[in-house]
């Protein structure tokens, strides 16, 4: 099946909404798809920093105005 989307003409709002609804109906069956190993590399370091205390944490309100923040 080809998908023709007009991503030209589409806002930027519609193309996260129409990525997030792919990603909602892809998440409702995650047993028909495997995370690549380098995902699981990827946690296993993150844990052994948190382990040793390597790592700093922002809560996710103050990571988004962050975010936002830079992008304006």
């Known amino acids: 099946m080809e998908i023709n989307l ?5 806002t930027l ?3 996260l909404a ?3 609804l792919l990603w909602e ?5 995650p047993e028909s798809f495997e ?5 699981k590399d990827i946690l296993d370091e993150r844990r052994q920093q948190i382990a040793e205390g390597k790592s700093q944490f922002t809560d996710w309100e103050t ?3 962050e975010i936002r923040k830079k992008l304006s």
């Open 35 to 39: 995370s690549p190993s380098w995902h």
């Open 18 to 20: 129409a990525m997030e």
């Open 63 to 65: 990571a988004k105005k």
């Open 25 to 29: 109906d892809i998440t409702r069956s």
């Open 6 to 10: 007009p991503l030209k003409e589409m």
């Open 13 to 15: 709002h519609e193309k």
